[in-house]
């Protein structure tokens, strides 16, 4: 069954840099556009930044110049490299994945088949 891993979460400083990995197993990983999203809480869970099967790229407004989505698919792996972490940047972050029909890469969560369970990511001021 597919399974999407992501680990690298924890708590940071403002200022300071984490690299989150989501680990995907069980599916034909360069077909599926991959995505990440996080929920802070009492707010509803909102769009990051989603990688192509082709490696373009989209960020939410909130993160762009700060966060980089990339992709390995030699290790079935994508990455969130986040630096000039914000306090408003703490949530959950949850790794998705959306394929292998052809689509343009999106931003709704609607549009992602499976999900990780989430990784906690803690910006301190």
């Known amino acids: 069954q597919v399974q999407l891993v992501e680990s690298g979460g924890g708590l940071v400083q403002a200022g300071g840099s984490l690299r989150l990995s989501c680990a995907a197993s069980g599916l034909s990983f360069s077909n599926y556009r991959m995505g990440w999203f996080r929920q802070a809480p009492g707010k509803a869970r909102e769009f990051v930044a989603a990688?192509?099967?082709?490696?373009?790229?989209i960020y939410a407004d909130s993160v762009k110049g700060r966060f980089t989505i990339s992709r390995d698919n030699a290790k079935n792996t994508v990455l969130l490299q986040m630096n000039s972490l914000k306090p408003e940047d703490t949530a959950v972050y949850y790794c998705?994945?959306?394929?292998?029909?052809?689509?343009?890469?999106?931003?709704?969560?609607?549009?992602?088949?499976?999900w990780g369970q989430g990784t906690q990511v803690t910006v301190s001021s």
């Open positions: 990688v192509g099967r082709s490696s373009s790229t």
């Open positions: 998705a994945a959306d394929g292998p029909r052809i689509s343009i890469i999106s931003t709704r969560e609607s549009a992602y088949d499976y």
